[in-house]
């Protein structure tokens, strides 16, 4: 079983504030599956991945822009962990946060499933990375890889789901 931190299941409930039916539910499904509401998950506590795609699902589905909530929720990965003092200050170009987000994945997931990042291609403005999601959607990883480009000021940038749970980042 595959295990990611609290801390991301917190994030997607939080977005969800505008929603608050949805938020409601998830807060239930949360009580049930893991004997806590939203607001009392540990950050840094493991939880199942099936628990965290289950909280993008009902995220997804309150959206008006359905999945794409998804991609959304990834943006605002990497800006969170910045603002937590997560990302060492020297770490500022895209190449090295899509290096160090390779990194850290295996620091917030953990048991069967979670297979490591493989950087098929690195250069400047371009990335290859093959990144399996451990039972919850890749449209996540979309958006981790968007949001990391939008935060190092790139507004031009394009990520590409290629295939194989690959994806090519370019800016």
């Known amino acids: 079983m595959a295990e990611v931190k609290g801390k991301f299941i917190v994030l997607a409930c939080s977005l969800m504030g505008a929603y608050p039916k949805a938020q409601e539910e998830a807060n239930q499904f949360l009580k049930k599956t893991a ?9 840094e506590g493991w939880y199942d991945t099936d ?9 997804a589905k309150s959206s008006i822009s359905g999945k794409t909530a998804i991609v959304t929720l990834g943006r605002k990965v990497y800006p969170t962990i910045k603002k937590s003092g997560g990302i060492p200050a020297h770490i500022n170009t895209p190449l090295q946060l899509i290096k160090f987000e390779a990194d850290g994945f295996l ?3 953990r048991g069967n499933g979670v297979v490591p990042r493989t950087i098929l291609k690195a250069v400047e403005k371009e990335v290859r990375i093959k990144a399996p999601a451990p039972g ?6 979309e958006g981790v890889y968007m949001g990391i480009l939008e935060m190092t000021g790139v507004t031009t940038g394009k990520v ?3 295939g194989d749970s690959t994806f090519k980042i370019t800016w």
């Open 35 to 43: 004997n806590r509401e939203w607001t009392e998950l540990e950050q």
């Open 51 to 59: 628990i965290f795609n289950e909280i993008m699902n009902l995220y």
């Open 107 to 109: 620091q917030n997931h």
């Open 136 to 141: 919850y959607s890749e449209l996540l990883y």
């Open 160 to 162: 590409e789901n290629v």
